[in-house]
């Protein structure tokens, strides 16, 4: 499961309007215990009008997809979940009494994978709904018209469901009571286990031995009391206790990582519940930075932003070009060296 880059709505005559959908893709991937050999597949297509790309966002659609999840194994123990970034730690640790008897692993893939079935299905999804607009058959100018025009497509293998920003806004409450500390060098974190009573372990690799490893660990650990994956975490901790990161203010510059690599931008706002960071990003030049035409706004973890920044200084001859103090950029690329 994860994101699409956000359905951009528009009438048959208009090549733009500013009106757009965020898209979630999830397929699910099942085995009965009678046939250990077949792989049974089922796609969804979640639609929401909320916009912001978060960790409650990602919350709010999950409970649905448990819900579906159970729709085709009702006594599923464990869900693997696989995407591209990090979501709330907190969830993981506490998943199995968010969903009573089912226990999570989460694992992320590396940044630069190739496509996979949730591009696919996000594809078929967007090609469908424009050629309906373009034909006259749809008029789809929100979420809920997205929505309503996904559920008379009778011969499609996805199935759409409508996540509404109100339910978001539910999940953004409860997960502020799942307070937790956050992981430092989330960019490095590959997979996430619960270990019982509200305690994780991370690793930075992501083998099949090492996770099945790291799953038997965890169940000898939740059934003796005693912590026998010390060794192979990258780090254990209570999500009981407060998060330390520093606070960044409004406006301030900001080097952060995303997709393995640093960027500079600006803190546009800071949500404290789930620890993001929305920061607008600038585009790196040879020598300089500058803003793109287009706003590059993405919520950052607080644990990948590296330092704070000057302000730019903007270049005379140049337009639109700024520039930042060699000793501010060294000391980014010591911070990221070290990760």
């Keep these: 499961m994860d994101f699409a880059e956000n359905y951009t709505c528009g009438f048959a005559e208009e090549i733009q309007n500013k009106n757009a959908v965020t898209l979630h893709p999830v397929v699910i991937h099942t085995k009965d215990k009678e046939d250990e050999v077949k792989v ?8 929401s009008d909320e916009l912001s790309h978060t960790s409650s966002t990602v919350f709010a659609i999950m409970k649905h997809v448990v819900k579906e ?3 085709v194994l009702q006594n599923v123990e464990m869900v693997h979940y696989m995407m591209d970034s990090p979501t709330s730690h907190s969830i993981v640790a506490h998943h199995d009494s968010i ?79 799942l307070v937790g500390k956050q992981v430092k060098g989330t960019i490095q974190v590959h997979a996430v286990i619960p270990l019982g009573e509200g305690s994780i372990a991370v690793i930075s690799v992501s083998t099949s031995d090492e996770r099945n490893q790291l799953v038997q660990n965890s169940e000898a ?85 590296l330092c704070s920044l000057d302000e730019p200084i903007k270049q005379e001859k140049t337009r639109n070009m700024f520039k930042f103090s060699g000793r501010d950029l060294e000391k980014v690329r010591n911070l990221f060296d070290r990760l």
């Design 40 to 47: 049974k597949h089922k796609s969804l297509v979640v639609v």
């Design 221 to 305: 650990e939740q059934t003796t009391g005693h912590d026998k994956n010390e060794h192979q975490a990258t780090e254990l901790m209570e999500c009981n206790k407060i998060n330390t990161d520093e606070l960044y203010q409004v406006n301030t510059y900001v080097a952060a990582i995303y997709e393995s690599r640093w960027y500079v931008g600006q803190v546009l706002e800071y949500d404290k519940d789930d620890r993001e960071y929305n920061i607008n990003f600038m585009v790196a030049g040879k020598y300089s930075f500058k803003w793109p035409a287009k706003p590059d706004q993405i919520w950052i973890p607080s644990s990948d932003v």
């Design 99 to 177: 969903f009573p008897g089912t226990k999570a692993f989460w694992l992320y893939f590396e940044a630069g994978h190739k496509k996979g079935p949730c591009d696919g299905v996000v594809a078929t999804a967007k090609r469908s709904a424009d050629m309906a607009v373009k034909r006259h058959s749809a008029i789809i100018q929100s979420a809920d018209d997205f929505f309503q025009w996904g559920k008379t497509q009778e011969n499609s293998a996805l199935k759409y469901i409508f996540v509404p920003k109100s339910h978001c806004t539910e999940a953004h409450e409860e997960l502020s009571n």
């Design 69 to 71: 999840v159970k729709a």
